[in-house]
């Protein structure tokens, strides 16, 4: 299955804002509420860090968040800090079996 | 706390078959849903499998219908991925994976995984 399309890479300078991309199709990012974004760290497991477009679990600072607009989900890291250095993957449903993840963006702290 | 701890890995020829293993612990297994997702060495992840909570629902990703398997053992609190026909693409760390309380769709807790290395 074709991965979501996001930006190999990211970056922003402590403090500022950076935004992630997600672009799928309407049959999965466009036509699902199950959009979601995981966090890795190398050599790490990921870790859900927003899942159903905008929500964020227990524990995940309120310095990340989620948003959609037709085909295209977004990851917005606020008040970046040296520790959001990693790997970000989006994912969202397909239809109803079937799950697809973005090929990942490396997010740099300058 | 919740530890799922995979094996069966290991270095395979194309063609050749394996069975990975994930023994749960730490949580009701039966009560959840289980995933297979992969991550070829340096690349981006991949959704592989789920299973329902007690094995009457299962799905696949498209790169790997009709060649793995995924079944679970609820009296051994055990996930299984049966690999069939291996191909060099199919090398990676084979992660076993719990969904999360939201929706089956989102995985909230994670193996440590196990590579598997397809080559001549």
């Known amino acids: 299955q074709s991965a979501l399309t996001q930006p190999p890479s990211a970056s922003g300078s402590p403090g500022q804002s950076v935004t992630i991309s997600c672009t799928g199709t309407?049959?999965?990012?466009?036509?699902?509420?199950?959009v979601s974004w995981y966090q890795q760290y190398p050599g790490k497991v990921p870790k859900l860090i927003i899942y159903?477009?905008?929500n964020r679990p227990s524990g995940v600072p309120d310095r990340f968040s989620g948003s959609k607009s037709a085909n295209t989900a977004s990851l917005t890291v606020s008040g970046l800090q040296a520790e959001d250095e990693a790997d970000y993957y989006c994912s969202s449903s397909r239809g109803r079996n079937s799950v697809v993840f973005g090929g990942g963006t490396k997010l740099t702290v300058l | 706390q919740v530890q799922l701890v995979e094996s069966g890995g290991g270095v395979v020829q194309p063609g050749t078959s394996l069975r990975l293993s994930c023994a749960a612990s730490g949580f009701t297994f039966s009560n959840y849903d289980m995933h297979w997702v992969r991550q070829a060495p340096g690349k981006g992840l991949e959704w592989v499998a789920v299973?329902?909570?007690?094995?009457?629902?299962?799905y696949y990703g498209d790169s790997v219908k009709g060649r793995f398997t995924i079944s679970r053992d609820n009296s051994r609190n055990t996930l299984f991925l049966q690999v069939n026909s291996l191909r060099p693409e199919d090398t990676a760390v084979y992660y076993c994976?719990?969904?999360?309380?939201?929706?089956?769709?989102?995985?909230?807790?994670w193996g440590q995984g196990t590579l598997v290395t397809v080559s001549s």
């Open positions: 159903e477009v905008s």
């Open positions: 309407s049959s999965d990012v466009g036509g699902s509420k199950y």
């Open positions: 994976a719990r969904r999360a309380q939201a929706a089956w769709v989102y995985i909230g807790d």
């Open positions: 299973i329902w909570y007690d094995g009457s629902t299962k």
